[in-house]
Structures are given as structure tokens and as C-alpha cells.
């Protein structure tokens, strides 16, 4: 790609956003019938293929040079951030559906900058904070139950709960390797942790006292089709073209425009799942949104 085209890490960083939301939306559909670790297990294996495939196709390496204790950091990042993390988002969208999902991830920035705090001592503004309690309201709002929500309190309580952990087990990934992803390739630091991913989620499998029903649920035919384009646009082109949106174009304004994902996560639900848009979650996205946009430029 050539860097010299005008807006072209703000147009992939962007398309991010787009094809990530179009994944969600074929995850939720595929999560109908196919357990969330076979789910997982599926698209970090289809994942890992491709990624072998592009790093050979543009010269890489697999075998970067890099010590032991690197290789052993990333393998662990992508345990609990790929590994686990998505099993507990794949649960969290089986129950509280795409809509409400998009408002839970956006305490993702949150997490992260909390976390950088702690670990990497970076600073904490006062715009920010407001931020993160304008995504903590907004979560508030929209997933109020009305006399017409069709997700029981029970649900909405565990959704909320996994999504939580989800996006804590993510944060927690990024953050403790953030220095190793300034100096590692990325597509070769990309593999490493989906290969992290896979040796953390085919024990879990194997020691499952359900993994017959587990693994016979992704061959269900009427979720195939979900789960495979899912895989193939949610693991590696939204993760291939995230790459290269944020190799073109500063760090801050790619992360804003990823956070997009989230309103066009909540318009495909509507449209693709018949999600119901109702008065609190318009106003749990808008606010949802705009309290992002504070933790990310506060």
C-alpha cells in the first residue's frame, strides 16, 4: 500500500470500523446455534492460517529474532486477551445481543487508560475520567428494562458481567505487552498471540465435559456460513486492515475512528438482527460515543 495516498490511513481505519461491526453482527447470528468456544476456537485457528499466508506473502518471518521471554509474553497476551477475552465477549453478544454489546465495549478506552495508569504509569486527566462516567451512564440507560425489553433482568446482569471481564482480560493483554508492540513487527506479533489464543482454548476444549455437543456445534448448517464469513472478516481483515490504518496515520485518530465501530455496530443490528431501537439505548450510543471521544482526546 502506499502511503503517499492521501487519507489513507484514515479511510482503512475507518473501514476498520465498518467490517468489524459486519463481523459482530455475523458473530451474533452464528452464536444462535455455535457454542462460544467452538465459536472462538474456529476463528483463531482460520486466523492463524491466513495471517502464515500474508507474513509469507510479504516476505516475513515466523521465526522473528526475538528472546524467549518475548515469545513467552505475547503467547500469554494472546491467552487471556484472545483466548479468553473473546470467549466472555462471544457470551456477552449471545445474551445482551450486537446494540447493547456496542455501548458495554466502549468502557474498552477506559479500561486501557486505567490500566496504563497502574502498570505503565502514564497519567490520568480529569477529562478523561468524565469521560469514562459518561460511558458508565450510558451503559446505565440503555440497558434500563422496560415493560417492553424483551432481555430478562438475569440476562442483561450476566451480559453486562461477562462483557466486563471481556474487555478487562482484553485491556489487560494490550497493556502489559504495549512496549513490545512498538518494536515488533506487527503481523509477526499478530500471529504470536493468536497462536496464544489457540494454546489456551484447545485445552479448555478437550478438559470440557460438553466438547462432543461443543464441537458438534459448529458444524450446525444453519451457522456455517455465519461463522466462516464472521471469522474471515472479524480475525483477519478487520485485524489486517486495523494494521495497516494504524501504520498509516497517527495512533489517536485511528483509535477514534475504530470507536466508530460502535454506531455502525448499533445501525446493523437494527437492520440485519431486527434489534429494537428504543428511546434508552439511542441515548446510551450517543453517550456511549461522545464519552469515548473524551477518554480518547482528555
Known amino acids: 500500500m502506499d502511503a503517499s495516498i492521501p487519507y489513507l490511513g484514515k479511510g482503512l481505519a475507518l473501514?476498520?470500523?465498518?467490517?468489524?461491526?459486519?463481523?459482530?453482527?455475523?458473530?451474533?447470528?452464528?452464536?444462535?446455534t455455535v457454542h462460544p468456544i467452538a465459536l472462538n476456537l474456529f476463528k483463531n485457528s482460520l486466523a492463524v492460517i491466513l495471517f502464515i499466508a500474508t507474513i509469507w506473502l510479504f516476505g516475513g518471518s515466523l521465526l522473528h529474532p526475538a528472546?524467549?521471554?518475548?515469545?513467552?509474553?505475547?503467547?500469554?497476551?494472546?491467552?487471556?486477551?484472545?483466548?479468553?477475552g473473546d470467549i466472555l465477549f462471544f457470551k456477552c453478544l449471545n445474551l445482551l445481543g450486537a446494540g447493547l454489546t456496542a455501548i458495554v465495549d466502549c468502557?474498552?478506552?477506559?479500561?486501557?487508560?486505567?490500566?496504563?495508569?497502574?502498570?505503565?504509569?502514564?497519567?490520568?486527566?480529569?477529562?478523561?475520567?468524565?469521560?469514562?462516567?459518561?460511558?458508565?451512564?450510558a451503559i446505565m440507560i440503555a440497558t434500563g428494562i422496560t415493560g417492553k425489553e424483551t432481555i430478562s433482568r438475569r440476562n442483561m446482569v450476566r451480559g453486562i458481567i461477562y462483557g466486563l471481564l471481556a474487555l478487562a482480560a482484553m485491556a489487560v493483554s494490550i497493556v502489559t505487552i504495549k512496549p513490545l508492540l512498538e518494536?515488533?513487527?506487527?503481523?509477526?506479533?499478530?500471529?504470536?498471540r493468536l497462536c496464544g489464543g489457540l494454546v489456551v482454548l484447545i485445552p479448555i476444549l478437550i478438559l470440557h465435559p460438553k466438547r462432543r455437543t461443543?464441537?458438534?456445534?459448529?458444524?450446525s448448517h444453519h451457522s456455517w456460513i455465519y461463522t466462516l464469513l464472521g471469522s474471515f472478516f472479524g480475525a483477519y481483515v478487520a485485524m489486517f486492515i486495523w494494521l495497516a490504518g494504524m501504520k498509516y496515520t497517527q495512533a489517536s485518530i485511528a483509535s477514534a475512528l475504530n470507536q466508530t465501530s460502535t454506531i455502525f455496530i448499533f445501525i446493523f443490528a437494527a437492520i440485519f438482527l431486527k434489534e429494537r431501537i428504543t428511546l434508552g439505548r439511542t441515548i446510551g450510543i450517543i453517550l456511549a460515543f461522545f464519552g469515548t471521544f473524551l477518554v480518547l482526546f482528555g
Open 183 to 192: 518494536q515488533s513487527p506487527l503481523l509477526w506479533a499478530t500471529e504470536i
Open 107 to 137: 468502557l474498552y478506552s477506559p479500561f486501557i487508560i486505567g490500566l496504563s495508569v497502574v502498570w505503565l504509569r502514564e497519567s490520568l486527566t480529569l477529562v478523561q475520567i468524565v469521560g469514562a462516567l459518561v460511558i458508565v451512564s
Open 15 to 32: 473501514l476498520t470500523a465498518v467490517v468489524w461491526a459486519f463481523a459482530v453482527v455475523l458473530f451474533r447470528k452464528s452464536g444462535e
Open 214 to 219: 461443543i464441537v458438534a456445534s459448529l458444524f
Open 67 to 84: 528472546p524467549a521471554h518475548i515469545y513467552i509474553l505475547l503467547l500469554l497476551s494472546g491467552a487471556i486477551g484472545i483466548g479468553i
